[in-house]
């Protein structure tokens, strides 16, 4: 069974601009978050869509938007990149909304220069 | 705002000793508990957790233990070998559902041979 698949992995970006992130959650999870990780840091929550609706947001600013789709893949979407959202991006899946454990991918590395 | 944190962020340990690593959690609400690894490149891999009512809970080499009283957690692996090198990081699910984790900074394990 293929686990959480994110892409791409590496990507460049100027100030300014948009970017989008994929997730494909592992098959049968119905629950996808996404989490910032900036270098020496832990992870931080930024969005939960179960059932493809948000459940959850964590404290980032409106730049920052998500969707998921009927397969239970997701997309992040950060708009007006910023230097600082320079980071490593997170995808975790779980099997529900509940108290399961959330498996996560192996990241998008985002470069805002 | 509550947030999980660690005592030590470096920790070195010789092969084949005990490692123990420890945890502060602030959220006595948090009733969910899962330590990851997570190395270089990498994203977090899961290692193993614990709910609130249990005290203690072991598996393959590692041993969790979760102290209420004084909100603190600890990740013990036993025989630690040179593929333990990585950051350990312990996260708390503040809300009830494991898919929105609270992570602390991280601990850095580094085994000397």
């Known amino acids: 069974d293929a686990g959480v698949t994110q892409s791409p992995t590496h990507l460049i970006k100027t100030r300014g601009q948009h970017v989008t992130l994929r997730c494909s959650p592992i098959?049968?999870?119905?629950?996808v978050s996404w989490y910032q990780q900036v270098l020496g840091q832990g992870p931080q929550f930024i969005f939960q869509?179960?059932?493809?609706?948000?459940?959850g947001r964590g404290n980032f600013p409106d730049r920052f938007s998500a969707r998921q789709f009927p397969n239970y893949s997701s997309e992040l979407n950060v708009n007006a990149l910023l230097l600082g959202d320079s980071a490593l991006y997170l995808c975790?899946?779980?099997?529900?909304?509940?108290?399961?454990?959330?498996?996560f991918g192996q990241g998008t590395r985002l470069t805002v220069v | 705002g509550e947030s999980v944190g660690l005592h030590l962020p470096t920790l070195s340990v010789q092969e084949g000793d005990n490692s123990i690593i420890n945890c502060a959690y602030s959220?006595?609400?948090?009733?969910?508990f899962i330590w990851y690894k997570q190395e270089s490149g990498k994203g977090p891999q899961f290692i193993i957790d614990?709910?609130?009512?249990?005290d203690k809970r072991q598996g393959q080499r590692v041993t969790v233990l979760l102290n209420k009283t004084v909100k603190h957690l600890s990740l013990q692996i036993a025989a630690t070998q040179p593929g333990d090198s990585a950051v350990y990081f312990c996260?708390?699910?503040?809300?009830?559902?494991?898919?929105?984790?609270?992570f602390g900074t991280g601990t850095r394990l580094q085994v000397t041979l």
């Open positions: 996260a708390e699910n503040p809300s009830g559902t494991a898919s929105k984790l609270t």
């Open positions: 869509y179960y059932e493809k609706e948000e459940r």
């Open positions: 959220n006595s609400a948090s009733d969910y």
């Open positions: 098959s049968g999870h119905k629950s």
């Open positions: 614990i709910r609130s009512n249990m």
């Open positions: 975790a899946s779980s099997l529900e909304q509940g108290r399961n454990l959330a498996f």
